[in-house]
């Protein structure tokens, strides 16, 4: 071999070994973080300018960020049983806060649990709002009734007892997922899903992380004083419980004000869910020096995920449930040198629903018997020319919560169209809305009166129905409530 072929030789040789991912083991261990309402740019890697999340920045440095990851449904229960089950929330039946996820339906951790790993789940559930019994698939189960609270709350330790454990949440939780993580055994897989309630309402960071955001100021977004040619349902929420000018999850004591200087309010709220983000990160730097003192880090998989979005004053709305682009929008990182050594950045549309056939196939576990999403370990390692162009969102309008209307949108790698359903099979009564992202990704300009664009609303129409029915929705099956309207009347306080 003459001398310039041998160095191209090595050469080729080190970059196929730099680009193949390490040895994979069949059963790697798995720690699973949920996050609850976190928004991708509160967090360094997203893009945040002033939540300094050096640990979470690292783990995506290091693996896998998805720069377009969503929920089909931008509400907690729904949203986490469609992580748990690979189905949409109209499949798997939790369609509101108030639901079980069925017994019986199975789930990637009781699916890794029937193939031999060890599993357990820590911190909020939140599917059967009274209900802190431990659920199937789990040999440890830890959590409580509804939202938990920030400082001690009171835990149902795997059925056995009941107590209040003092301190702050995330610390709690840390604390309990390392003393369970401690006790596995080298020979058996884990599987630890750890959700933490940070940085759900109401918004209560640590006291060392009060004050870190003083000096930042934070305006109503632009968007909010964008919204002439929108729906009319969306001025009428302004002032609501989910909107800008209402209570901000108690920040604001006298409401509604529109006054210039109740922008202080808002500040506040922002800076206060920034706070608890802090805190995540700190319990992610504790949990991966634990996995590395153990030389467990590169055999585990870590997910770092957010349940749905959060809207922050966009288009002038707080909370979620809407269609809207931070209303959908979730934090997904992936770290597992098998999956990929080298670190990547995924353009394409990933799902919630996409995270059960992932896993299991990441964990050589046999697949669910059926699911909506799709397994993006291919699109990962060599790409995928079949990967989603579009994919559908839904969201129920609820009675306890009466400030968003019936939901169906579509979302192709440009277009969004959304249309708000009446729920009597009727026409709709809201205005739709349809947006160019690529020319407007933060959803300013409404062109569905736009003439010229007629036709492009007709195709997104036939693709959204088409979508719908290949998970069994047509206008028989897909039932909803009645739109009862926008109300000014604040939630009962137990379900807050
Ligand atoms: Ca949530």
Redesign the pocket.
Known sequence: MQMNHLFLAIALAFSALADSPVHAAAQPNVLFILC??LRPDALGCFGSKHVKTPNIDRLAAEGVLFKNAFCTTS??SP??ASILSGLYAHAHGVTNNFTEYPAQMGSWPQTLHDAGYATAYIGKYHMGEENDDPRPGFDWFVTHKGQGKYFDTEWNLNGKKREVVKGYYTTVVTDMTLDWLKQQKAEKPWCMFLGHKAP?SFYTPEPKYEHSFDDVRVPYPASAFQIDDKPTWIKDRQETWHGIYGPLFEWRKKFPDRSPEAVKDFENMVHGYWGTVLSVDDSLARLRSYLEETKQLDNTIIVFM???GLLEGEHGMVD?RTGHESSLRIPLIVRYPALTAQPRVIEDQTLTVDMAPSLLELCTAPALPKVHGKSWVKLIQQGDAEWRKAWFYHYNYEKQFPYTPNVRAIRTDRWKYIHYPHGDGGADRHLAELYDLKADPIETKNLISQAELAGQVTALQAELAKLMLATGLDDKTDVMPLDEGIKSGLPDAKIR
């Open positions: 609850d309402d509400l907690c949203s986490r759900h957010g349940d749905n979620k």
